[in-house]
């Protein structure tokens, strides 16, 4: 088993900048990929990006690029999403995700085993 935990979510302003993070606990994480998924008010959740841990290649949706970065720090056992001019259309709810399977797929969110609680992120414009 694999324990989620998102923290850093908040309110920001149009063009700020915001980092969330994802506390991982329990069985090691090394094998795992690591993925952000958001929920905007009365929408589904679409993909953001993704880390492999083991390699660190890092993917991301076309409406992040260039605006938002992912990381992990090893030692914390924690993934970052470094979030960078902001728009008001990227207010949602926050998931941290992992997955493990050999043909997982780091858009399809039904891939991935494991789910943290979110975090609200909301940008003001």
């Known amino acids: 088993q694999v324990q989620l935990v998102e923290s850093g979510g908040g309110l920001v302003q149009a063009g700020g900048s915001l980092r969330v993070s994802c506390g991982a606990s329990?069985?090691?994480?090394?094998?795992?990929?690591m993925g952000w998924v958001r929920q905007a008010p009365g929408k589904e959740r679409t993909f953001v990006a993704a880390i492999r841990w083991n390699t660190g290649s890092t993917y991301y949706a076309d409406s992040v690029k260039g605006r938002f970065s992912i990381s992990t720090d090893n030692a914390k056992n924690t993934v970052y999403l470094q979030m960078n001019s902001l728009k008001s259309e990227d207010t949602a709810v926050y998931y941290c995700a992992a997955g493990s399977a050999a043909w997982l797929r780091v858009d399809r969110q039904n891939d991935y085993d494991y789910w943290g609680q979110g975090t609200q992120v909301t940008v003001s414009s």
């Open positions: 329990g069985r090691s994480v090394s094998p795992y990929v």
